[in-house]
């Protein structure tokens, strides 16, 4: 699995938008981007996942580049519940004994 | 719907005791995995199942041991518990069929904190 570099932290001010970047250069056509947080003490939670198209779902828009290599989780109006721990892992879909490996992620800060 | 249950959620043990983590899942999930999360620190695996009366070793498995003996339930052991192993432990689970996308997606449940005096 292609391995993925975040910013140790960022902050982002409440009602504006959040924009967690990931770089993971050597992704494979045949791998995804997930995306989890984590918020204090809390067990990680699942957010989106993608191949090559732009996602939006309830929780977030994930935003992957035309190569690939690097892509940019939008939480577009933040809130203070949103200060989290936000990982991004690349996996394919095929083959299933992966194991899941989750690095230090980005910690976010949303301030008032 | 309950997903990923973990008991007990908090426990203090002394030095060489020994006590067992539940993680329980109501999903039909092939794999289950088991991590430690220490303070600023990621999640490290610890064991892993990838399926009913499997287990395999992960990053950190020493003082560990771990049983699936059934599909919905996964165990997590300390024989003899150290203060080294005073951290939080999460369970996971992920569906696991070939090629779909949503088949890894992880579920964790809520932590277990364990503290080693």
């Known amino acids: 699995d292609a391995k993925t570099t975040q910013p140790p932290s960022m902050d982002c001010a409440e009602g504006r938008a959040a924009n967690l970047p990931c770089n993971h250069s050597t992704i494979s056509g045949n791998e995804y981007v997930y995306w989890y947080r984590q918020i204090h003490s809390q067990g990680p939670q699942y957010i989106i996942h993608g191949l090559k198209n732009n996602e939006t779902n309830e929780m977030a828009s994930l935003i992957i580049t035309e190569d690939r290599k690097s892509s940019t989780l939008i939480l577009p109006h933040a809130t203070l519940r949103d200060t989290a721990v936000y990982y991004c892992?690349?996996?394919?879909?095929?083959?299933?004994?992966?194991?899941?490996?989750f690095g230090r992620g980005t910690s976010l800060i949303v301030h008032p | 719907n309950a997903g990923v249950t973990q008991t007990p959620k908090f426990r203090v043990l002394k030095t060489g005791q020994s006590m067992t983590l539940l993680c329980a899942q109501d999903m039909n999930h092939e794999y289950m995995y088991w991590y430690r999360q220490d303070p600023g620190m990621g999640l490290r695996l610890i064991h892993y199942?990838?399926?009913?009366?499997?287990?395999a070793k992960g990053e950190v498995p020493d003082g560990y041991n771990v049983s699936r003996l059934k599909k919905q339930n996964f165990l997590l052991g300390l024989e003899s518990a150290a203060p080294s192993q005073t951290s939080v432990y999460f369970c996971?689970?992920?569906?696991?069929?070939?090629?779909?996308?949503?088949?890894?997606?992880?579920?964790f449940g809520a932590g277990s904190r364990l503290t080693v005096l």
């Open positions: 199942s990838v399926g009913e009366g499997t287990t």
């Open positions: 996971a689970s992920r569906k696991g069929h070939q090629g779909a996308a949503g088949a890894n997606v992880l579920t």
């Open positions: 892992i690349v996996r394919s879909a095929s083959g299933g004994s992966y194991i899941p490996t």
